[in-house]
Nanobody, 129 residues
Framework: QVQLVESGGGLVQAGGSLRLSCAASGRTFSRYVTGWFRQAPGKEREFVASIARNDGSTYYPDSVKGRFTISRDNAKNTVYLQMNSLKPEDTGVYYC??????????????????????WGRGTQVTVSS
């Protein structure tokens, strides 16, 4: 099992930026597809970003495309989510997740929560208008 700890959340004004970090322990992060999800109050958790094992393949939903960037620092065993031009609708708890099961393409990214195996506890992001 991979232990994941998110950090970097906080309160920011609309238009501002935050960088979230997801640190992994227990196993080498670079071996796994990693994703970010978020959950707003009263809503279901939704996909935000994914990065493949090759680090070159990423995927974002239209709601964050062009504003959010997922990246990986293998030396630090950390995955980041750079969030720019934040909007009030970006408010929520942000979770990091990894896919540790075997199989799948080296270039694959995943958007479904069921495709991920280990999850962090989340970090709160609040964007004020």
């Amino acid at each position: 099992q991979v232990q994941l700890v998110e950090s970097g959340g906080g309160l920011v004004q609309a238009g501002g930026s935050l960088r979230l970090s997801c640190a992994a322990s227990g196993r080498t992060f670079s071996r796994y597809v990693t994703g970010w999800f978020r959950q707003a109050p009263g809503k279901e958790r939704e996909f935000v970003a994914s990065i493949a094992r090759n680090d070159g393949s990423t995927y974002y939903p239209d709601s964050v495309k062009g504003r959010f960037t997922i990246s990986r620092d293998n030396a630090k065993n950390t995955v980041y989510l750079q969030m720019n031009s934040l909007k009030p609708e970006d408010t929520g708890v942000y979770y990091c997740a990894v896919r540790t099961r075997s199989g799948g393409s080296y270039y694959g990214v995943y958007i479904a929560q069921t495709q991920y195996d280990d999850w962090g506890r989340g970090t709160q992001v609040t964007v004020s208008s």
